[in-house]
């Protein structure tokens, strides 16, 4: 894996700087990345946590460059909550992804996320933006988040926590979806990028077999899942703690959001059916 140094301005190419925040944790691995693209008026993905030191080390990589714009993939409090103490300082706008997605029943959303967020322009899938050498086009990629998006420049491809670099992404209803996040995996594979730049973990240099490789696990869990559930184990947490025996048990909470994602789906499908937190294969 490469060096990752948390709060040293990386370039990582001519128009590509990087700035790890220091906020390491088994949901965050080493921290979030900020990428700052373009020799200068640069873009800035996701400028991170509401963390003074990490918001000043950003302010002094960008100040002899100047901001065009400050772009978040998604609205999780390790990736935008920054944008608002980088804007006030630059004046640059918010772009990307949409705020909080509402609902009959409310925000369908969690703790985790930025409920301050609000963007000065939400972008749809396809469109542009442009800054002095630069564009970054916006690809819709829900599932880890209902507002997610990635971000494609030069041959390269920013993908927030859709793809990252050192675990799966969790997929948290009632936000996150596994139907739509497996059909965003397809979408990837239809495209030309081959190198992800994730904001946690390192860079995914053969990113089209890194995500067969998501998509296979994927459908690996779901046919664990159906066995469990074949098997008379139909509650939630016994499949996690079968299932995820190996995992650091801080992520189990987060393994049985997953697992309750992958359930979904599959009852969409008319393979399982719940009554009372119990799940079957359904008749």
């Known amino acids: 894996m490469d060096a990752l140094p948390t709060g040293t301005i990386e370039r990582l190419g001519p128009a590509l700087r990087r700035l790890l925040a220091p906020n390491p944790s088994p949901f965050t691995y080493t921290g979030t990345q900020t990428y700052l693209v373009g020799a200068r008026d640069?873009?800035?993905i996701d400028p991170g946590p509401d963390d003074p030191?990490?918001?000043?080390r950003l302010l002094a990589a960008v100040a002899p460059l100047g901001v065009a714009a400050i772009v978040c993939t998604h609205t999780h409090r390790d990736h935008s909550p920054a944008s608002r103490a980088l804007q006030?300082?630059?004046?640059?706008p918010i772009v990307g992804c949409a705020p909080l997605v509402l609902d009959d029943e409310g925000p369908r959303a969690d703790e985790a996320f930025d409920r301050d967020y609000r963007p000065d322009r939400i972008l749809a899938d396809g469109e542009?933006?442009?800054?002095?050498?630069?564009?970054?086009e916006a690809v819709a990629t829900p599932g880890h988040t209902s507002n997610h998006l990635c971000f494609a420049w030069d041959g390269a491809l920013f993908s927030g926590d859709h793809v990252m670099g050192w675990s799966t992404s969790v997929v948290a209803p009632p936000d996150g979806d596994m139907a739509a996040y497996?059909?965003?995996?397809?979408?990837?594979?239809?495209?030309?990028?081959?190198?992800y730049y994730p904001t946690h973990g390192p860079a995914i240099e053969d990113a089209h077999a890194h995500v067969r490789r998501l998509v296979a696990h994927r459908r690996e869990r779901e046919a664990q899942i159906l066995g469990r559930i074949e098997a008379g184990e139909g509650r939630i947490p016994a499949i996690v703690a079968d299932l995820y025996r190996d995992v650091d048990p801080r992520l189990h909470p987060a393994a049985e959001r997953s697992v309750l994602a992958h359930l979904?789906?599959?009852?969409?499908?008319?393979?399982?059916?719940?009554?009372?937190?119990?799940?079957?294969?359904?008749?």
Do not use: F
């Not at 542009?128 to 970054?136: Q, V």
């Open 88 to 92: 006030a300082a630059t004046g640059a």
């Open 264 to 283: 979904i789906d599959l009852a969409a499908r008319g393979l399982v059916r719940e009554e009372g937190g119990q799940w079957t294969r359904a008749a």
């Open 128 to 136: 542009r933006i442009e800054g002095d050498g630069w564009t970054l």
């Open 42 to 44: 640069v873009a800035v």
């Open 53 to 56: 030191g990490h918001v000043e």
């Open 182 to 195: 497996m059909a965003s995996l397809d979408k990837l594979l239809a495209r030309p990028e081959r190198v």
